[in-house]
Antibody, heavy 113, light 112 residues
């Protein structure tokens, strides 16, 4: 059974970097591409970016080049970094498979001093 | 890129039927859409993918037969028959442009 599990700090200070990891089990991370998606409190889903096994990643242009996504094949995981966070980046962050047919449970990240 | 429009809310009585709509912006009538269910306090769950000709691929794990989809023009529909209490959820639709994903605002389904 394929499972995705997000992990990382639940609290980040303004202007610092948010760093999250998505652990993939049950399938090789090289078998698909992987998305990061977030949901601000009471809002809809917002695509953050995605990454292919090759290392090429795309980000939502609205995030003004603050996003870095990487893959660690040895650990079967992908990672998200979001620089210079503000309160507007407070959200539930999910990782999901390329076609959105598999999702993690999500992790709540709050940006606050 | 495409824009997806969903009504913010819908309601139906227990045991009744409801159809949720996801509308693609003009020019994107060939696009497929994914329906995602999100129960209160839970993570998203894939329901199924729908194109202009109907379902694409298979339903998500443990999605009941009561759920079906239809595609027509710019609209992608999720129909639920014999609604149960556990169907009360937010339903999101999403599509892709290149590999970038786009989501609608979501519809909150209330079971009366």
């Amino acid at each position: 059974q394929v499972q995705l599990q997000e992990s990382g700090p639940g609290l980040v200070k303004p202007s610092e970097t948010l760093a999250l990891t998505c652990g993939v089990s049950g399938v090789s991370i090289g078998s698909d591409y992987w998305n990061w998606i977030r949901q601000s409190p009471g809002k809809g889903l917002e695509w953050v970016g995605n990454i292919y096994y090759s290392g090429n990643f795309r980000q939502n242009p609205s995030l003004t080049s603050r996003v870095t996504i990487s893959v660690d094949a040895s650990k079967n995981q992908c990672s998200l970094k979001l620089d210079s966070v503000t309160a507007a980046d407070t959200a539930l962050y999910f990782c999901a498979s390329g076609n959105l047919d598999l999702w993690g449970q999500g992790i709540l990240v709050t940006v606050s001093s | 890129q495409p824009v997806l429009t969903q009504p913010p809310s819908a309601s139906a009585s227990l045991g009744a039927s409801v159809t949720l709509t996801c509308s693609l912006s003009s020019g994107y009538s060939a696009f497929e859409v994914v329906w995602i269910q999100q129960r209160p306090g839970k993570g998203p769950r894939f329901v199924m993918r729908v194109g202009p000709g109907g379902i694409v691929g298979s339903k998500g794990d443990d999605i009941p037969d009561r759920f079906s989809v239809l595609g027509s023009g710019l609209n992608r529909y999720l129909a639920i028959k014999n609604i149960q209490e556990e169907d009360e959820s937010d339903y999101h639709c999403g599509t892709e442009h290149g590999s970038a994903k786009v989501f609608g605002g979501g519809t909150k389904l209330t079971v009366l």
